[in-house]
């Protein structure tokens, strides 16, 4: 059976996209940002791949992340989530 990525999992990146900080994306998810990084952890997991660089200071999407996020983004302008 195939994983596929869950719309929490992609909201919650494109959350963490638009603000670049774990806190404030938690935030504007309603979720904690433990929550938040399990989540984005997970979508990870289902990719096979890193979306998200971390660092003490900030947080930066890979390559991979910021497509995943484009490609959302073009998927939700077709799609009412």
Request: glycine letters at 4%; proline letters at 2%.
């Amino acid at each position: 059976m195939v994983n596929l990525p869950s719309v929490r999992h992609l909201r919650h990146l494109l959350a963490l996209y638009e603000c670049g900080h774990f806190g404030r994306a938690a935030e504007a998810c309603r979720v904690t940002q433990s929550t938040l990084s399990a989540s984005i952890k997970e979508l990870e997991g289902v990719l096979e791949a890193t979306l998200v660089d971390r660092t003490k200071r900030r947080v930066v999407l890979t390559p991979v992340g910021i497509e995943t996020v484009e490609r959302w983004k073009a998927l939700s302008n077709v799609w009412v989530f």
